[in-house]
């Protein structure tokens, strides 16, 4: 077992031999000399050089780890914990040693889980589709997310920039927003419609300069998922009450008629008759609202674009540009067809010849597009901006829910619908649906 002997223990250990020695070296001398005067300035030029050099080799043991000490803590301050000591004292000093190489090891540590943490907070917010931007007192961006440098940037890097020489390069309502220094939101016109933002603004301190934190948050989907969830509401408030209201006049209608019939009256049987009619048209036209409202939920599966797409063609007629060498793609079939059907019959319905409707399919990394053109008359400005929108129809007879329903079907799919105007005349409608099946494969 080591014993252990304190500082204070070894220097008095050390003071005692000293003395020890002094008193025996003087002994020896003053035997020889007989001289008590020259034994004792013997014994004093022999004994301090002997004494001097002894306890230089003690502490020059003690100066090294005090040296030691002194240059791990200045890594300390430099963030560099990776620097112990060995411990071969059973003394104070080694103690110290001991809490030296623990505070290493702890702040090892701690550095180790904040940079996990900062990790993990940068892949956060690299991967949100919130857009961040962090600028200085004097305007220059030092931090940004991969949204922001999209939004902004096309992608590219932004730290450094100026952030109001960037906001003049996009549409107005951004460098607005801004320059209001209010929370809130803005609509800005897009060439594939508009797009509504929320923007929040904070500033505070860091190091002692103000910096400003802008986050840009679209809420296009989310206002577009809310109108459509309150228009189901209504429509199956409306059909809930009118069918309350139907079940008894059909059943009326009915006995009228039956009674009419037993008592011969041919022009009065003729109005119920025609009432029930009515009643049962009312009652469908009902149920093709409620099937909206109760759009049930996509069961996507990997098929093939050409077969899809070619099987198609028995039911609506088409130009279809599409090889059989194309790509699988990912989606609930009944529902895409339902989609694909309803928009081709639609430019039909725009006067189209048979042999000018056309649906071709383009199949990229993470997505893919399907697109339905025709030479119809097309859509004025106003019918374009309310064209998916529920009860919104340019038909007579419409019931303003197909393009609503297409919308809808799409958007469950994780995609969006874009409806434009072709050159020379025709309309274009745009469908574009995330492809699982690359991002499954990676």
Known sequence: MKIRLSLEAQLTIFLFVLIACIIGLFSLINLWFDNLLHSALVSGVLIFPLSLTVLRLYMNSINRILLALKDGFHNFLDNDFSVSLANIRNDELGDLIDIYNRVGETLRDERLHLYQRELLLDTVIQTTPLCLILIDDSGAIIYSNSAARKLFHQGKAINGLNFKQILETKQKPFLRSVESGLSGLFTVTEKDGNETYH????????????????????????????????????????????????????????????????????????????????????????????????????????????????????????????????????????????????????????????????????????????????????????????????????????????????????????????????????????????????????
């Open 199 to 442: 923007l929040t603004q904070n500033q505070f301190l860091l190091n002692g300069r103000k910096h400003q934190l802008y986050l840009f948050k679209s809420l296009t989907k989310e206002i577009s998922r809310q109108e459509v969830n309150t228009w189901k509401k209504v429509i199956r408030l409306i059909s809930h009450e009118l069918n309350n209201s139907l079940a008894p006049i059909t059943s009326l209608a009915h006995s009228g008629q039956t009674l009419c019939e037993r008592q011969d009256e041919k022009k009065l049987g003729t109005i119920f008759a025609t009432m029930g009619e009515r009643a049962d048209y009312l009652k469908s036209f009902i149920e093709g609202y409620a099937r909206f409202s109760k759009l049930p939920k996509p069961q996507c599966k990997k098929i093939n674009a050409y077969t899809f797409l070619s099987g198609l063609l028995q039911v609506k007629k088409f130009k279809l540009d599409c090889t059989q060498e194309a790509a699988n793609i990912y989606c609930d079939p009944a529902q895409l067809q339902q989609v694909i059907i309803n928009l081709v019959k639609n430019a039909h319905e725009s006067g189209t010849q048979s042999d000018e409707v056309s649906l071709s399919i383009r199949v990229l990394d993470k997505s893919f597009e399907v697109q339905i053109k025709d030479r119809g008359k097309g859509m004025s400005e106003t019918n374009l901006s309310n064209a998916l929108l529920p009860f919104y129809s340019t038909k007579s007879e419409g019931t303003g829910l197909g393009l609503p329903l297409c919308k809808e079907i799409i958007e469950a799919h994780g995609g969006k619908i874009l409806i434009a105007n072709r050159f020379n005349g025709g309309l274009k409608v745009t469908l574009i649906l995330p492809n699982l099946i690359t991002e499954q494969a990676s």
